[in-house]
């Protein structure tokens, strides 16, 4: 007889990020600050999904997204869902979608791009050329950017770099 059991136990009250891409849940928690949260956190990564083989997962009691952190999450894992929980129960489920055009979040690496002028006040801004994998292109400079050469606006924070790194 086949027992089936959840891997990662529910929560009462608060956010699941699920289906984010496999290997991204540690990189999502650290650019939308929620690694800083003192909240009770169940993270799964690489977790079989009947869907995408592998995913990552995460669930956090008592915290509730706002709409930059689900923005963020969108350019990092586009096939997502975010649920919001209230006492056990899926009260709202959001299936998150990259925007075509992407303001604030992501800077323009390029050092003559009018949106680094000291000058010019001007936000960056990225339209989504493709959006698995990922290419966008900064509105001002036409510079062509690829997932892992993203460079996050990183709001106080040290510079956040989308790839994961670990050595053993």
């Known amino acids: 007889m086949l027992e089936e059991k959840l891997k990662i136990d529910k929560i009462k009250k608060g956010t699941v990020i699920d289906h984010i891409d496999a290997g991204y849940a540690l990189t999502i928690l650290n650019l939308t600050g929620l690694d800083e949260t003192t909240n009770l956190m169940t993270i799964g990564v690489n977790v079989s999904s009947k869907k995408y083989a592998k995913k990552d997962i995460i669930k956090i009691e008592g915290v509730f997204l706002n709409e930059i952190q689900m923005q963020q999450i969108s ?7 975010i649920s919001l929980i209230d006492n056990y129960k899926v009260i709202e489920k959001k299936k998150v979608k ?23 006040p001007i936000d960056s801004e990225f339209m989504v050329l493709e959006e698995k994998p990922l290419k966008i292109q900064c509105t001002y400079c036409n510079r062509i950017y690829k997932l892992d050469e993203i460079r996050f606006s990183s709001k106080g924070k040290i510079e956040k770099k989308v790839k994961q790194k670990f050595q053993l």
Do not use: A, M, R, Y
């Open 98 to 120: 990259i925007p075509k055009i992407i303001k604030k979040l992501i800077e323009c690496v390029n050092k003559t791009c009018i949106s680094n002028s000291i000058k010019e």
């Open 75 to 81: 350019i990092l894992s586009p096939n997502n869902s």
